[in-house]
């Protein structure tokens, strides 16, 4: 069975910084494109950030551009989000998920096959 465990939330005061771990098993990794979402309360899930497989191409959503790095490591089966600047507004639960598109930089929540059960990012102004 197939799981995906993020870890690495947590509270931070605005202007700082956390990088967000996701550990997946049962799964050939190294094949699979891997997306980061967030769902604030009250919202949807919005798209953050994926990674191709190979990791040699990524996309990121406008609003963490410059901000937010997504990176993985195929040999540990672990894809990283880097978050740099904190604003407020980031804070959300975020996901991570696994898509079998491979090659493909997928933004959509309909892509993934797979999803972690999330972790709570807090930011205070």
């Known amino acids: 069975q197939v799981h995906l465990v993020e870890s690495g939330g947590g509270l931070v005061q605005a202007g700082g910084s956390l990088r967000l771990s996701c550990a997946a098993s049962?799964?050939?990794?190294?094949?699979?494109?891997m997306g980061w979402f967030r769902q604030a309360p009250g919202k949807g899930r919005e798209f953050v950030a994926t990674?191709?497989?190979?990791?040699?191409?990524?996309h990121y959503a406008d609003s963490v551009k410059g901000r937010f790095t997504v990176s993985r490591d195929n040999a540990k089966n672990t894809v990283y989000l880097q978050m740099n600047s904190l604003k407020p507004e980031d804070t959300a639960v975020y996901y991570c998920?696994?898509?079998?598109?491979?090659?493909?930089?997928?933004?959509?929540?309909?892509?993934?096959?797979?999803w972690g059960q999330g972790t709570q990012v807090t930011v205070s102004s």
């Open positions: 998920s696994a898509s079998d598109y491979g090659s493909t930089l997928l933004s959509r929540s309909s892509s993934y096959n797979y």
């Open positions: 049962a799964l050939n990794f190294r094949f699979y494109t």
């Open positions: 990674i191709t497989s190979s990791g040699d191409n990524t």
